[in-house]
């Protein structure tokens, strides 16, 4: 038997998501890892970006050895926001999951830029929102959501975590107005 590809999302995720076909979608990720090859199984196209160029090669060996090609590997740097390859990705990918290095560039720049280039029916996942709280909020106050609280399913320390899934934008016509 070969290696298992998971992500470490909470196991409430990844066992809600397994529920849906995505066969015919395109998924954004930002922060690759086993979840690079995990996603490929479920999406027509992988588009991954990452940051560190090692984590990068490990990837891309990895899913070249076990032929997943569907999956495109994108290295980004702190000038990502102004790439425009980045926001036409984003504008086209009907899931964005971003779980990416949160030292690196935080969370909630990456959920400020998918708010503002996503296309309108896509679903954003945000994981370890307890662990990235400005990103957590932001996302709350602008979408609706699910949360999947729970310990990371990669985790031997059993840290709690949340796994979200925001799937539609809170607009003014969703809030009480007072006469």
Known sequence: MGKQYLPGMTFKFL?????????DKICLEIGSGDSTIYWSYHFKKVISY????????KIKKEYETIQRYNIKLIHYDKDIFINEKFKKNISEADCIIIDNDPYFIKRDEFCFFTKLYRKKDSLIVLD????NLHAYDYM???????DFPGAEFKNENN??????LFFEEKTKDYYFTSK
Do not use: A, P
């Open 159 to 164: 840290k709690k975590t949340v796994t979200t």
């Open 140 to 146: 709350q106050r602008n979408f609706f959501s699910k």
């Open 15 to 23: 066992e809600y998501f397994n529920k849906f076909n995505f066969k």
């Open 128 to 131: 370890n929102g307890t662990w």
């Open 50 to 57: 990452e940051h560190d160029l090692e984590w990068i090669k």
